[in-house]
């Protein structure tokens, strides 16, 4: 992503990420791709789940797709994808999931977005996870002209490290 907008936000706590995933739900359009990367437990299902159920007026659980690869759901706009693709293996193994079509039907939530290769969507949303001394730290990285990536930029400029 050359030239794109590289933003750090703070999350003290898990409340803090899920408003973070609330906040980015309110905001996903048809054609988002939200790109979750980070180590195991840094935060990256806890946002998928706080914005899917945002999305779905729901507080029932919404699980990983850690087993399943993907998950799908039906918000009141479009489908929205959850895939966790820690277990894959080679990128092709993307094209069996029918990711590449969802990057434009749908908006997906990817974890483990670098098992993708070459494949991820350029105006993508890149959210990456990671421990902090004060909870979670989110490196946010998306196209200059991806509207998200300046809202964030914008409104969480308090969470800026």
């Known amino acids: 992503m050359s030239n794109a907008l590289h933003h750090a936000i703070r999350l003290p706590t898990a409340d803090?990420?899920?408003?973070?995933?609330?906040?980015c739900a309110a905001r996903a359009a048809l054609g988002d791709c939200f790109l979750l990367?980070?180590?195991?437990?840094?935060?990256?299902?806890?946002?998928a789940r706080a914005f899917i159920q945002s999305l779905l007026n729901?507080?029932?659980?919404?699980?990983?797709?850690?087993?399943?690869?993907?998950?799908?759901?039906?918000?009141p706009n479009?489908?929205?994808?959850?895939?966790?693709?820690?277990r894959?293996?080679?990128p092709d193994e993307v094209v069996e999931l029918?990711?590449?079509d969802a990057f434009s039907t749908a908006v997906c939530?990817?974890?483990?977005?670098?098992?993708?290769?070459?494949?991820?969507p350029k105006s993508a949303l890149s959210l990456s996870f990671s421990a902090h001394f004060e909870g979670r730290?989110?490196?946010?990285?998306g196209a200059p002209r991806h509207e998200l990536a300046l809202a964030l930029r914008q409104e969480w400029a308090a969470h800026a490290k």
């Open 16 to 23: 803090d990420t899920a408003a973070l995933g609330h906040w």
């Open 37 to 47: 990367s980070g180590p195991i437990g840094a935060g990256k299902t806890h946002f």
């Open 58 to 75: 729901t507080d029932e659980d919404v699980p990983s797709p850690s087993f399943t690869l993907v998950q799908t759901y039906e918000a």
């Open 78 to 86: 479009f489908e929205i994808w959850h895939a966790d693709l820690y």
């Open 88 to 90: 894959l293996t080679h």
């Open 98 to 100: 029918g990711l590449e």
């Open 109 to 120: 939530l990817i974890e483990w977005p670098d098992r993708l290769g070459q494949g991820a």
């Open 137 to 141: 730290l989110v490196l946010a990285q």
